[in-house]
């Protein structure tokens, strides 16, 4: 319930003794948590940092709670530092039985949260286009100042734009495009007859009107597919948190095993109708270029857009930013970039980056017969999505800084990923059954057909299956940096023991 700001009865009283809790748990460790001295001054800017903070919005509330702190600490200041600080600083505040985020009473009332500090710049630097690669990523920095989670999605999405650009998928797509190219053109040939009389009977209105009739199904589809995921994301949180999941890792594992069959069962019905109810081949094309091509550039256009917009709604305006803007001089610079970043939308996790990821890679190889320029757009976008994705978390306008967070991988997204496999080699299998095994063998009936296309999977799927088997899940390259990197660390641990001894 959000706190009234004329009654103070609003703020239960331990939630008041939990604010002196955070205070003197980040005293008495000595944490690098900055805590911000006003003595006996309060001016108006101050007062409203320390009532944003702290999640107060009533001014009569604010008296018990510096009562009830010491008086040095009189306004708390974000949790500064690099991605480790925080975790020690949150394991900190568990060991004090006091909650992670600090909430009172208000889930967007918080006390604490990350500010940008350190290598800010750096990554700010990175999104100049003319200065880096197109597909370099700083993984390390991103690994030191967002922690793990975000830096294990950079590498994975890094990993994947790699791929796509290797010289075998690359002559493949060229391949493609060349036969897709050849096939248009003989097919306008056998048309050319009919040219004249098409052209005689052609009219400008009866042309939009049909323009418009054959791109509408795909458009409306598109915007309820965005419906019907929001309202099945709502009853997915709702069921995963009833079921009470003792870990936050088991929570997101389960609410992402709720939500994506689901949604690929959603962006996919039509198109799969298309493809072997209808057998429109035409229609099933253009309506994987709205889905792919026109979802993704306006995801991407959401990604970049919105943290501009909802910090001018809160009334931060939109002033030119520099790289060095968390360099600050004097305090009430301090708190002034304090409240532009409070003002800023959460991060929530990156199970939306992930999403994006995994609809995009069933595009291309569910449909990649029968839309051959679907790799070229995939690898389009993963370029600008890296950037995006990084553009939304370092920029001036961004979201916050989001809570570092351990992982051992990407998780359950790499089932989602096989079961995508193993659903395209079936699609891609009844798709030429469908259109391809007719013309190449007119005489075999629908059974024979049929075992056709099952004895095909049946190969490309066991094929599948060994080559899964033969590779290893870490390369040995990387086996011999982790198993070095953990004897560094003993080496370390062991030197700094001996000199306590001594």
């Known amino acids: 319930m959000p706190v009234h700001p004329d009654d103070p009865s609003h703020v239960p009283e331990h939630q008041v003794e939990r604010l002196a809790t955070f205070a003197h748990v980040m005293k008495d460790k000595g944490l690098d948590v900055e805590l911000i001295r006003v003595g006996n001054d309060k001016t108006t800017t101050l007062t409203h940092t320390y009532l944003l903070l702290l999640g107060i919005a009533a001014a009569s509330v604010e008296e018990r709670i510096v009562a009830s702190l010491p008086d040095e600490y009189k306004f708390v200041h974000a949790l500064p530092g690099s991605a480790r600080t925080q975790q020690v600083i949150l394991a900190t505040l568990r060991e004090a039985t006091v909650d992670d985020n600090l909430y009172l009473g208000d889930e967007n009332l918080e006390l604490a949260f990350h500010a940008h500090e350190k290598l800010f710049p750096q990554l700010q630097a990175h999104l100049k286009w003319h200065a880096t690669p197109l597909y370099a990523i700083p993984f390390e ?3 030191a100042y967002f922690g793990p989670e975000l830096s294990m999605y950079f590498v994975w999405l890094g990993m994947t734009t790699r791929l796509c650009v290797t010289l075998p998928l690359v002559l493949g797509m060229c391949l493609c495009v060349l036969l897709y190219v050849l096939g248009l053109e003989l097919f306008y040939d056998n048309n050319r007859v009919w040219f004249p009389m098409c052209y005689d009977r052609q009219d400008d209105n009866d042309t939009a009107m049909c323009g418009l009739i054959l791109q509408g199904p795909s458009v409306l589809n598109a915007i ?26 088991e929570h997101d594992n389960h609410l992402i095993i709720k939500r994506m069959p689901f949604h690929f069962i959603n962006i996919n019905a039509s198109l799969l109708y298309l493809a072997f109810v209808a057998q429109d081949m035409e229609r099933l094309r253009r309506r994987l270029w709205i889905l792919m091509v026109g979802m993704q550039c306006l995801d991407n256009i959401k990604e970049v857009a919105m943290p501009y917009l909802m910090v001018w709604m809160h009334g931060g305006g939109l002033h030119p930013g520099h790289a060095n803007d968390h360099v600050h001089s004097t305090k009430a610079e301090r708190v002034e970039h304090i409240l532009m970043q409070k003002q800023q939308s959460r991060y929530a996790d990156t199970f939306t980056d992930f999403k994006e990821m995994m609809v995009q890679y069933g595009y291309v190889t569910l449909y990649a017969p029968v839309f051959p320029l679907a790799p070229l757009f995939a690898l389009l976008n993963n370029v600008i999505e890296a950037r995006s994705d990084l553009f939304k978390l370092v920029n001036v306008y961004g979201m916050q800084r989001p809570y570092a967070k351990h992982v051992h991988g990407i998780g359950v997204w790499e089932r989602v990923l096989f079961m995508i496999s193993v659903v395209a080699v079936l699609v891609n299998c009844g798709l030429l059954g469908v259109y391809e095994l007719p013309k190449l063998a007119p005489t075999l009936s629908d059974v024979h057909k049929c075992c056709v296309v099952v004895l095909l999977e049946h190969v490309v799927l066991l094929v599948k299956l060994c080559v899964s088997w033969s590779s290893k899940e870490v390369p040995a390259w990387s086996a011999v940096d982790n198993r070095r990197q953990y004897l560094n660390l003993q080496a370390v641990h062991l030197k700094q023991a001996l000199q306590k001894a001594a």
Do not use: P, Q
């Open 141 to 143: 920095s991103i690994h």
């Open 224 to 249: 309820l597919i965005e419906v019907m995921d929001l309202l099945y994301l709502r009853l997915a949180r709702w069921l995963t948190t009833m079921e009470n999941y003792r870990t936050v890792a």
